[in-house]
């Protein structure tokens, strides 16, 4: 594609009523999301899984997003970056709020004819933090730019969450805003009744869910929140599905499972699809069935506990600096593939973010691992006292894996 947008033909897309329900139509046809938050460098695999859109948080590399997802027929609902106030923002700062202003609306010009493009979103989650209501009167002069600027695309803006109090700022002062955005974790199943309670009655798209969030979930004694295993993840997410995204008919238009890709977000597996390895979790089988109604042919592995010398995630596990041990998984494979083990241990990550910020990814004890064998690891406790995870991947030989992680104490 030509990378001056303006030289491309741009698709129609419009909220409407399409049988008493609110969808997204695109040229008339309506359209439910079945989307992934991310995609980036992982959108013939979104294509084939059953997926047709996928959500970015900025316009960071927006031609080539665009482009890739267009090759293989998904749309784009492209995230405009706009300024948060947990990060120093002054929204009563008129001239910085113009000069934001004037930056997206480029960025609109740039690429709103792409016809890849599915909607605008303006910012994430800038309910989080955020204590001046400006904000949302700024949310509302995007949205109307967008509008001036591009009549062939909608916008709308993600919340934390769907509290009573910011749906009622939202209400009352963006009213050019053309539908509602919410992203929910561990409560996303009780979305259509959450969002009702708060106050908003239209259309809208849950934009992140998936894994329960870190907050959401057991601490041990030394409060390092429990992670659930890829298994557990994947069967909240089946449930999750079903009573969120597809238990709201009327209003829900769709959703984007978070994260289609990899990122370090309190561990390195907590909300990634994939592994840094670019391998296939089982939740990507579970989101083919639910956008297809059918399940791949090869599934991933199942890793449904971890435990070292018998003593589980939720047992507060505390080893003698330097010891030995042993952990075990609990495995199963829905094929006849082999299974391999790799495994590594991790200091608890002490740099954490709000929102998704960035986080560096904490840096492997070298040599603690010993030797992996049947469903056995065999390690050395680190010699510096402090929190741990020792992590563990099963995989099998089509690129498909299992993941848990179980966090000790060293004494």
């Given at each position: 594609m030509d990378k001056n947008s303006?030289?491309?033909s741009p698709v129609r897309v419009a909220v409407e009523r399409i049988d008493g329900k609110h969808r997204l139509a695109v040229d008339g046809e309506p359209f439910f999301v079945k989307g992934a938050g991310g995609g980036f460098g992982h959108t013939e695999t979104l294509a084939r899984r059953g997926g047709n859109?996928?959500?970015?948080?900025?316009?960071?590399?927006?031609?080539?997003?665009?482009?890739?997802?267009?090759?293989?027929?998904l749309k784009v609902l492209m995230g405009l970056d706009v300024a948060r106030e947990r990060h120093g923002f002054d929204y009563d700062d008129r001239d910085a709020v113009k000069q934001q202003l004037d930056t997206l609306a480029a960025q609109v010009r740039e690429f709103k004819n792409h016809p890849a493009l599915l909607a605008w979103g303006i910012g994430n989650e800038l309910n989080l933090g955020a204590k001046n209501p400006a904000v949302w009167?700024?949310?509302?002069?995007?949205?109307t730019m967008i509008h001036g600027l591009d009549g062939n695309h909608p916008a709308t803006t993600m919340l934390a969450g769907a509290n009573k109090t910011v749906v009622d700022e939202f209400n009352a002062r963006c009213k050019d805003v053309d539908f509602l955005s919410v992203q929910m974790y561990g409560d996303v199943g009780h979305a259509k009744e959450?969002?009702?309670?708060?106050?908003?009655?239209?259309?809208?798209?849950?934009?992140?869910?998936?894994?329960?969030?870190?907050w959401e979930v057991p601490l041990t004694p030394w409060n390092a929140p429990?992670?659930?295993?890829?298994?557990e993840k994947a069967d909240a997410i089946l449930e999750r599905y079903t009573a969120a995204v597809l238990g709201d008919p009327d209003n829900c238009m769709g959703s984007y499972v978070f994260l289609w890709g990899q990122k370090q977000e309190r561990t390195p597996t907590w909300y990634g699809l994939f592994t840094e390895a670019g391998e296939q979790t089982e939740a990507i089988d579970v989101m083919q069935y639910v956008?297809?109604?059918?399940?791949?042919e090869q599934r991933a592995p199942r890793?449904?506990?971890?435990?070292?010398?018998?003593?589980?995630?939720?047992d507060g596990v505390k080893l003698t600096a330097g010891a030995s041990a042993r952990a075990e998984v609990t495995t199963t494979s829905p094929t006849s593939s082999p299974i391999f083990i790799r495994a590594e241990v991790l200091p608890e990550a002490t740099v954490v973010g709000e929102g998704g910020d960035f986080e560096p990814r904490?840096?492997?004890?070298?040599?603690?691992?010993?030797?992996?064998?049947?469903?056995?690891?065999e390690f050395e406790a680190p010699v510096k006292p402090g929190a741990y995870r020792l992590f563990a991947y099963v995989t099998d030989d089509s690129q498909r894996v299992a993941t848990a992680n179980l966090p000790f104490l060293v004494e």
């Open positions: 303006n030289t491309s859109s996928i959500r970015t948080w900025s316009t960071k590399n927006a031609m080539r997003v665009l482009d890739e997802a267009h090759a293989v027929g009167n700024a949310v509302n002069e995007i949205a959450k969002i009702s309670a708060a106050g908003y009655t239209g259309p809208y798209l849950i934009t992140e869910w998936g894994a329960t969030g870190h429990i992670e659930q295993t890829s298994s956008w297809t109604g059918s399940w791949p890793l449904t506990e971890i435990a070292i010398d018998g003593k589980t995630r939720y904490p840096e492997a004890v070298q040599n603690a691992i010993k030797r992996t064998h049947g469903d056995g690891i």
